[in-house]
């Protein structure tokens, strides 16, 4: 046998070797996910479901005393058992169906290598995730009881922990438009439970002068929903406990990062309809102008938030989608929540 064919039995031997540590390596990884994600876990209803959106996602029926009824949340379980969660909170206009954050992004597949447990609550539209007063809507017939706070703070941490294995104090809070407002308001209300809060184009000064007619407006434009019935009268102390200008304290200490674009259209806006794109700059607009303030207002007060400003970017998901990509890394550092 020539030195040849030996020389070239060997190199194949070991491609077929390195080939083999490969593919172990691989069936490991795949191994790892399926210890964590592959069973459905338990529900209200007996066991969650299968989401079409695929990347492990369940849908699981939460009880909930406070509202009386069932709440489903879309729960993506972190890659290696880890007990870091990150809950992910919707806009104004958040539907029965899904969390936007797989519909519009899909936030699923963006965390799909991490050791955290994406949390998506469904529904809630116009809620701003608060406790209400009052029946949201003026129908009479068809009641809806908003008890949102109570809902993600009291009741399912313990079904995430017990299910899931997440800890009740291990957790990161995000949100866009509305979802930012109450991103902020929920970790400064509850520090014990969230150690990271993210607002993407947030709303950060609801009870300044104009802020409540806006407001109104917007609320009746979403559903018909009621603004006096979420905290009482205008002059309610529950109005300005919930709005995060004054709202604050509890975020000392705490990694937070807060952004809006300028209302200009960016690249990825250039088939947005001009209806569309007129109503994405007003709405950044406003939400630029609130973020600002309210990071003046908490560099003042020893909170120290990280601030990001894009020259560009609408009230879209164009914008969303970018700073949930751009502040992976962030959350997973924060959290230690890398899959490696």
Same mark, same amino acid.
């Given at each position: 046998m020539s030195v040849?064919? @030996?020389?070239?039995?060997?190199? @194949?031997? &070991?491609? !077929?070797?390195?080939? /083999?540590? @490969?593919s172990l390596m691989v069936v490991g990884a795949a191994s790892a996910d399926a210890a964590n994600r592959d069973g459905l876990r338990a529900d209200?209803?007996? /066991?969650?479901?299968?989401?079409? $959106? #695929?990347?492990? $996602?369940? +849908?699981?029926? $939460?009880?909930?005393?406070?509202?009386?009824?069932?709440? =489903?949340?879309q729960i993506q379980p972190?890659?290696?058992? *880890?007990? !870091? *969660?990150?809950? &992910?909170?919707?806009g104004l206009r958040a539907t029965d169906r899904t969390n936007a954050w797989l519909y519009d992004v899909n936030a699923a597949k963006t965390y799909v290598n991490d050791n955290i447990t994406l949390v998506m609550p469904i529904g809630g539209a116009g809620s701003f995730y608060a406790d209400w007063d009052a029946p949201a809507t003026y129908d009479v017939n068809n009641p809806v009881n908003y008890q949102w706070e109570t809902f993600l703070t009291s009741e399912l941490p313990a079904y995430l922990q017990r299910n899931?294995?997440?800890?009740? /104090?291990?957790?990161?809070?995000?949100? &866009?438009?509305?979802?930012? =407002?109450?991103?902020?308001? &929920?970790?400064? #209300?509850?520090?014990?439970?969230? +150690?990271?809060?993210?607002?993407y184009s947030g709303y950060l000064t609801t009870t300044l002068p104009g802020a409540q007619t806006i407001l109104r407006f917007a609320l009746l434009d979403a559903g018909g929903f009621n603004l006096n019935a979420m905290y009482g009268s205008l002059i309610s102390p529950r109005r300005f406990e919930n709005d995060p200008f004054l709202n604050m304290g509890g975020l000392r200490? #705490?990694?937070?990062?807060?952004?809006?674009?300028?209302?200009?259209?960016?690249?990825?806006?250039?088939n947005v309809k001009p209806e569309h794109q007129a109503s994405g700059a007003a709405l950044e607009v406003l939400a630029n102008a609130? /973020?600002?303030?309210? !990071?003046? #207002?908490?560099?003042?007060?020893? $909170? *120290?938030?990280?601030?990001?400003?894009?020259?560009?970017?609408?009230?879209n998901w164009n914008q969303f989608g970018y700073q949930l990509e751009q502040t992976r890394p962030r959350v997973l550092n924060t959290m230690n929540a890398w899959g490696w």
């Open positions: 040849i064919t @030996v020389a070239r039995r060997r190199i @194949v031997a &070991l491609i !077929a070797a390195i080939a /083999t540590a @490969v209200a209803t007996g /066991t969650c479901e299968w989401d079409p $959106v #695929k990347y492990w $996602v369940q +849908r699981c029926d $939460v009880w909930s005393q406070a509202t009386g009824s069932n709440i =489903t949340v972190a890659k290696n058992g *880890g007990n !870091a *969660g990150l809950y &992910l909170l919707d899931f294995g997440v800890s009740p /104090t291990n957790n990161s809070i995000a949100g &866009l438009s509305m979802g930012g =407002t109450a991103a902020l308001n &929920l970790a400064a #209300k509850h520090p014990a439970q969230f +150690r990271q809060a993210l607002s200490g #705490k990694d937070v990062y807060v952004s809006a674009g300028t209302g200009s259209p960016s690249r990825a806006d250039a609130s /973020t600002r303030l309210w !990071a003046l #207002k908490a560099h003042a007060e020893g $909170v *120290g938030p990280t601030e990001n400003y894009p020259p560009f970017g609408l009230h």
